[in-house]
T-cell receptor, first 111, second 114 residues
Framework: KQEVTQIPAALSVPEGENLVLNCSFT??????LQWFRQDPGKGLTSLLL?????REQTSGRLNASLDKSSGRSTLYIAASQPGDSATYLC??????????FGDGTTLTVKP | DAGVIQSPRHEVTEMGQEVTLRCKPI?????LFWYRQTMMRGLELLIY????????DSGMPEDRFSAKMPNASFSTLKIQPSEPRDSAVYFC????????????FGSGTRLTVV
């Protein structure tokens, strides 16, 4: 059974700082890994999707990496802004088609 | 595309009443997922459909919950009778499995059972 862990559960940084969010998973037989952002009271917005054959994906100030052998993915946010404050979730899709979500990291970027 | 559309956005109902949540997936997506999110449990997969057929309903908490997908453009999640512990945000997501794409989530239905 796939287990997904996100550390830390909460993170507070000053504006402008670069930061890394971590996602680890126990079963390396994955189909893809997806990072989402969720604002309070809102739905999930997809940020980046990494296929099992890829090592990283970039979108603007965001960079996500994938290391299947070690069961880890990181989401790097450059030059953080107060608008980046949200909960970030990673979802690992197994070859069976289901995704397992982590509990998320709640990020607060202070002006 | 308007994305995954869920209705209603909010639902407040009395314990014992029937609740029906609705979802319209993105056109062309062949898989649909129902999730429930609470503070205590995070995101839980309830059931998912592939080509309108339920594939895995092991996450459905009990017989009070049922889901249908009569066609490729519509799905319902029904709770009957509802209980206060069913209060949560219910999300629907769709994906085209064949294109190795990621999920697209709806905005969710916030259900409160009093």
């Amino acid at each position: 059974k796939q287990e997904v862990t996100q550390i830390p559960a909460a993170l507070s940084v000053p504006e402008g700082e670069n930061l890394v969010l971590n996602c680890s998973f126990t079963d390396s037989a994955i189909y893809n890994l997806q990072w989402f952002r969720q604002d309070p009271g809102k739905g999930l917005t997809s940020l980046l999707l990494i296929q099992s054959s890829q090592r990283e994906q970039t979108s603007g100030r965001l960079n996500a990496s994938l290391d299947k052998s070690s069961g880890r993915s990181t989401l790097y946010i450059a030059a953080s802004q107060p608008g980046d404050s949200a909960t970030y979730l990673c979802a690992v899709k197994t070859n069976a088609g289901k995704s397992t979500f982590g509990d998320g990291t709640t990020l607060t970027v202070k002006p | 595309d308007a994305g995954v559309i869920q209705s209603p956005r909010h639902e407040v109902t009395e314990m014992g009443q029937e609740v029906t949540l609705r979802c319209k997936p993105i056109s062309g997506h062949n898989s649909l997922f129902w999730y429930r999110q609470t503070m205590m449990r995070g995101l839980e997969l309830l059931i998912y459909f592939n080509n309108n057929v339920p594939i895995d309903d092991s996450g459905m908490p009990e017989d009070r919950f049922s889901a249908k997908m009569p066609n490729a453009s519509f799905s319902t999640l029904k709770i009957q009778p509802s209980e206060p512990r069913d209060s949560a945000v219910y999300f629907c997501a769709s994906v085209n499995m064949g294109q190795r794409a990621g999920y697209t989530f709806g905005s969710g239905t916030r259900l409160t059972v009093v």
